[in-house]
C-alpha cells in the first residue's frame, strides 16, 4: 500500500527558503502514469494546489507561485521535493504531498500525506 | 485561473437528512470535477471523481452529478460522521483549483 509522508522544518525565517521533502513507501515513485503534486493549506481557509511532477519528468506550477517555486524529485530515495523562496508570513500554511492518479481522461487526488504545518515568522 | 464557487458555506443538517452541495465552476470544465472530505486536522481525502464516479470505500450514500459548469454533491441519509469540509476541485486545466469549501455540521 502505498503511503506518503512530509517532512522538514516548521519555522522558516522570512525572506528565506522552504523545503520540504515527500517520502514515498510501498511504491515507486519513477513507474505508473501519476503527478506527484503538493498542496497547501492555511489555517482554517481552502486548499491551494501548489504544483506537480509527472513520472515522465514534466512539471507543472501555479502561475501564482511560479517565480518562486520548484519541485524535484529523487528516484533513489523515492522522494519529490518543495522547495519555496523568498517566504512571507502569507506562506504559512499545512503543506500536502499527494499523488494524482488517472481514470479514463480524468485526474484526482487519490492519496495524500498526512500534512506538515510551516510557520514563516523571524 | 478556473474559478470554483460552493454553495453554501455552511450548514446544519439532522441524521437522516438529505444534504446537496452545490459547485459552480467559472467556466465549463466537461466532467473533470472532483469531491473530496476533510476532517479536522486530516488530509481531505477522494469521495468522488469525474463528477458521479464514487471512489473505492466510500459509502454509497455519497453521489454526484452535474455538467459543464454546475455540479451537485448529494448525501441521501446524512449519518454523524460526515461532519466535516467538503471541497469540489477542478482538473480540467492547471492550475488545478479548489471551491472554498462547505462545512457541514451534525444538529
Known amino acids: 500500500q502505498v503511503q506518503l509522508q512530509e517532512s522538514g522544518p516548521g519555522l522558516v525565517k522570512p525572506s528565506q527558503t522552504l523545503s520540504l521533502t515527500c517520502t514515498v513507501s510501498g511504491g515507486s515513485i519513477s513507474t505508473g502514469n501519476y503527478y506527484w503534486v503538493w498542496i497547501r493549506q492555511p489555517a482554517g481557509k481552502g486548499l491551494e494546489w501548489i504544483g506537480r511532477?509527472?513520472?515522465?519528468?514534466?512539471?507543472n506550477y501555479n502561475p501564482s507561485l511560479k517565480s518562486r517555486v520548484a519541485i524535484s524529485v529523487d528516484t533513489s530515495k523515492n522522494q519529490f521535493s518543495l522547495e519555496l523562496s523568498s517566504v512571507t508570513a502569507a506562506d504559512t500554511a499545512v503543506y500536502y504531498c499527494?499523488?494524482?492518479?488517472?481514470?479514463?481522461?480524468?485526474?484526482?487526488?487519490?492519496?495524500w500525506g498526512r500534512g506538515t504545518l510551516v510557520t514563516v515568522s523571524s | 485561473d478556473i474559478l470554483m464557487t460552493q454553495s453554501p458555506s455552511s450548514l446544519s443538517a439532522s441524521v437522516g437528512d438529505r444534504v446537496t452541495v452545490t459547485c459552480r465552476a467559472s467556466?465549463?470544465?466537461?466532467?473533470?470535477l472532483n469531491w473530496y472530505q476533510q476532517k479536522p486536522g486530516k488530509a481531505p481525502k477522494v469521495l468522488i471523481y469525474?463528477?458521479?464516479t464514487l471512489q473505492s470505500g466510500v459509502p454509497s450514500r455519497f453521489s454526484g452529478s452535474g455538467s459543464e459548469t454546475d455540479f451537485t454533491l448529494t448525501i441521501s441519509s446524512l449519518q454523524p460522521e460526515d461532519s466535516a469540509t467538503y471541497y469540489c476541485q477542478q482538473s480540467y486545466t492547471t492550475p488545478h483549483t479548489f471551491g472554498q469549501g462547505t462545512k457541514l455540521e451534525i444538529k
Open positions: 511532477f509527472h513520472t515522465s519528468g514534466s512539471t
Open positions: 467556466q465549463s470544465i466537461n466532467n473533470y
Open positions: 469525474a463528477v458521479s
Open positions: 499527494a499523488r494524482e492518479r488517472q481514470w479514463l481522461a480524468y485526474w484526482y487526488f487519490d492519496l
